[in-house]
């Protein structure tokens, strides 16, 4: 089987793991873990920002920081389609008592107009005060659609304006990074919190980031703890996401290229409708109408492939295990089908 069902379902490298079985690792709820430790210092350092925070998952560090740019009856400003929103299991309400105020587009971006245009104040007695805006990158459910940071400027400017802090799920944030040919120090300086994934492209078994201020940070350890993330010897675990760090960026172009040729070969195949050239390394693709789609989705796996449903779409993931062959055969097979 290949598995394009998403760029989490990777398994480390042997590399990967002699690093993790080397790793110093400590209690790190006393803060005495070493590898989490170089692990927070040196994600926070590529970002130009203050402080980092080793969590569990990208759901942790979306929700902790929800949690903590906000209070109880607040409003959450986000795309329809955000993560946060639609995958996170209702925790904007389920854990900070807020509500959203999605915007709709075709792409999963927004405008600072529509932003403004969701603002709520705080001397409406009737209304949610806006606490926070959140925007994604690259945006999942958009097919891995890219933001750059000329895009991303206004909205920063509006939340300046109306004191409202700015959060980012990057979850895929490195594979957007390379399609514009950016960097993150250009995001730390427009966020006041960023989450990172380790454990999608970068190929690390677990683990995600938080970015922000010492001050955000030091009340983010504070709810990760409460949330039941505290962990002990987890230096284990932030090897391998140290060792992404250093080494699994550069090549994310690698699955942007992938995508594009898999891409080239589901236009061509029988079992697409529709489908859009991808950004970065997510094909996303309207099944053929002959057939409902969890045929298509049964008839790809009968030759080898695997893909998963995404709404009334088919989401194929490039990621780092593909090795060359395969995309090879996958684009023959899909051609063929
Ligand atoms: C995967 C993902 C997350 C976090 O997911 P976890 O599985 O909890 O690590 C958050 N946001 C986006 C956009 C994602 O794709």
């Known amino acids: 089987m290949i598995d394009y069902r998403s760029d989490t379902v990777t398994q480390p490298t042997p590399q990967m793991i002699e690093a993790m079985s080397k790793a110093p690792v400590g209690d790190d709820v006393y803060g005495e873990d070493p590898t989490i430790k170089e692990l927070e ?21 979306n929700q902790i920081a929800i949690k903590a740019h906000t209070t109880p009856g607040k409003e959450v400003i986000c795309h329809e389609w955000a993560h946060i929103y639609n995958y996170e299991g209702g925790g904007v309400a ?4 807020c509500q959203v105020r999605p915007i709709s587009s075709n792409d999963g971006k927004f405008k600072a107009v529509d932003v403004e245009a969701r603002i709520q104040s705080n001397t409406d007695i009737h209304a949610a005060p806006t606490a926070l805006i959140s925007v994604e990158n690259t945006v999942n459910k958009a097919g891995g659609t890219v933001w750059s940071t000329d895009e991303v400027k206004p909205i920063t400017r509006v939340g300046q304006i109306h004191n409202i ?9 490195f594979n957007a990074l390379e399609a514009v040919g950016e960097t993150p120090a250009d995001y730390g300086k427009l966020f006041n919190s960023i989450s990172i994934c380790l454990s999608k492209g970068l190929g690390a078994p677990v683990g995600s980031l938080l970015l922000g201020s010492d001050q955000f940070i030091t009340r983010a350890r504070r709810i990760r703890k ?7 010897q987890a230096g284990i675990i932030a090897a391998g996401g140290l060792y992404a760090l250093k080494n699994n960026i550069d090549r994310l172009r690698e699955d942007r290229e992938n995508a594009i040729k898999i891409y080239e070969a589901v236009k061509e195949s029988a079992i697409c409708k529709s489908v859009e050239k991808p950004q970065t390394n997510i094909v996303l693709f309207e099944p053929t109408d002959d057939k409902p789609l969890n045929a298509v989705l049964t008839e790809m796996e009968k030759y080898g492939i695997k893909a998963s449903p995404m709404g009334s779409k088919i989401r194929m993931v490039t990621h780092l295990n593909h090795s060359h062959e395969e995309i090879v055969r996958t684009c023959d097979i899909l051609r063929s089908l």
């Not at 210092?41 to 560090?61: H, I, R, W």
């Not at 389920?94 to 008592?97: I, Q």
């Not at 802090?165 to 944030?173: Q, V, Y």
């Not at 409460?226 to 002990?232: D, L, P």
């Open 165 to 173: 802090p700015l959060h980012l799920d990057g979850a895929r944030l």
């Open 226 to 232: 409460v949330m039941g993330g505290g962990m002990r």
């Open 41 to 61: 210092q040196y994600a926070a350092d590529l970002f130009g920002m203050e402080n980092a925070l080793f969590c569990p998952s990208g759901t942790m560090t």
């Open 94 to 97: 389920f854990n900070s008592g």
